[in-house]
């Protein structure tokens, strides 16, 4: 008995043929691609991934492959569209959504690449991966709050992760809560000791909460891990200082001792009540802010009390009646941002006999301001009088 085969079914078997042996030059020219692409041979690599996709649309993984090739080469903008091909065809791949969200973060276009790791994290809810470059994007954006939610809930997931401790512990250095900051770094490199960014943010830390010894351990350990954060956190721990005067361009002799006569300062205190201002010029170890040094009410002019400043007239006033007195702000301060120098200008006069008498070498000038980058005056280097030489 003989069968007719329909004239249908001979076109439905033809087509079938035609679809097997399309699926199969798919299948070849992904593998090629493969192939090349593990050559880095990436622009055949690229030709054959395009082939298989003109063979099969449908074939996420030439997609995918023609993604990384082109991120191979530097070409976000075709990888991107490469990923979305991919993900036409299945919105259902998290590796997919968390590559794009990659090159989304590295261009610093923070919002698609939020998007992409929301999808991520949607389609895989055990992912760490995901939450942590959200959380990176949030403190990107200045979202701290969103970042700790983010930084908190892997770390919850990976409590063995430092990196996780190190990001929360960023986090908090953001914030100002350097407390917390400094129990998340100390747990970070604890698991990962030899974690230089994390030793970098813990010196931070220390720096912040006014504990420069911890913060000069730090130090110590950068500079054996990483000489380039090493430098970072040492410019941080550097404070300015006040090193010396300059006497070529003060007017005002520091170098005079107890009792002297003010005469010996300038020829105008020969006269009786006679006022004069002199110019007192410092020398500072750091770019400062010059309206804050020039901000009278940042300066004191007093007698030193002892330490390294000794003590005014040694400690003895034979002739306490011909001492003179003077205003402790100064009239007027000019700053030299070239040189780094103060010229602290202040007013003295004689008395109505035309005896005064001062100690030059324990007149001691502190300076409570801030330099260019708001940093506060070291607190053993504010000071400067003739007795120290130095500042103090």
Do not use: C
Not at 209 to 222: H, M, N, P, R, S
Request: no cysteine.
């Amino acid at each position: 008995m003989s069968t007719t085969v329909s004239s249908s079914e001979k076109m439905f078997s033809a087509l079938l043929q035609q679809q097997t042996l399309r699926d199969q030059a798919a299948t070849n020219a992904l593998s090629s691609g493969m192939a090349l692409f593990q050559k880095k041979r990436y622009s055949e690599a690229i030709a054959s991934f395009k082939q298989a996709t003109a063979f099969k649309p449908e074939m996420v993984d030439a997609y995918n492959y023609m993604g990384m090739t082109y991120l191979k080469q530097g070409k976000n903008k075709e990888a991107i569209e490469a990923y979305k091909m991919s993900l036409k065809v299945d919105r259902n791949q998290e590796q997919v959504y968390t590559d794009l969200g990659n090159i989304y973060f590295s261009e610093q276009r923070y919002s698609e690449a939020e998007e992409a790791y929301k999808n991520a994290a949607r389609i895989n809810p055990a992912s760490t991966l995901a939450p942590y470059s959200l959380g990176q994007i949030y403190l990107k954006t200045d979202r701290y709050a969103d970042a700790e939610v983010q930084f908190k809930k892997v770390q919850r997931m990976t409590p063995k992760d430092g990196n996780v401790y190190f990001a929360l512990g960023q986090t908090y250095n953001k914030m100002g809560r350097y407390d917390e900051a400094a129990s998340q770094l100390e747990q970070a490199v604890t698991l990962k000791k030899d974690f230089a960014y994390a030793h970098l943010e813990l010196g931070t830390a220390y720096l912040q909460l006014g504990q420069k010894d911890k913060a000069q351990e730090q130090l110590a350990i950068l500079k054996e891990l990483d000489t380039g954060l090493a430098e970072t956190l040492q410019a941080d721990l550097k404070t300015p200082k006040i090193l010396t005067s300059n006497t070529d361009k003060s007017t005002f002799n520091s170098l005079l001792g107890p009792g002297s006569s003010l005469v010996l300062l300038d020829p105008a205190f020969l006269e009786p009540y006679a006022s004069k201002d002199l110019t007192m010029t410092l020398q500072f170890d750091s770019e400062m802010d010059a309206a804050s040094v020039m901000k009278v009410t940042n300066w004191s002019i007093s007698k030193a009390t002892g330490g390294t400043g000794g003590y005014y007239n040694n400690g003895y006033t034979p002739h306490p009646e011909n001492e003179i007195d003077f205003n402790p702000i100064p009239k007027s301060v000019m700053y030299d941002a070239v040189n780094l120098r103060a010229t602290v200008t202040f007013n003295l006069s004689q008395n109505e006999d035309g005896t005064g008498i001062i100690d030059p070498s324990h007149l001691v000038f502190k300076f409570s301001g801030t330099d260019i980058y708001g940093k506060q005056m070291d607190p053993d280097a504010d000071e400067y009088d003739g007795f120290a030489k130095e500042g103090f």
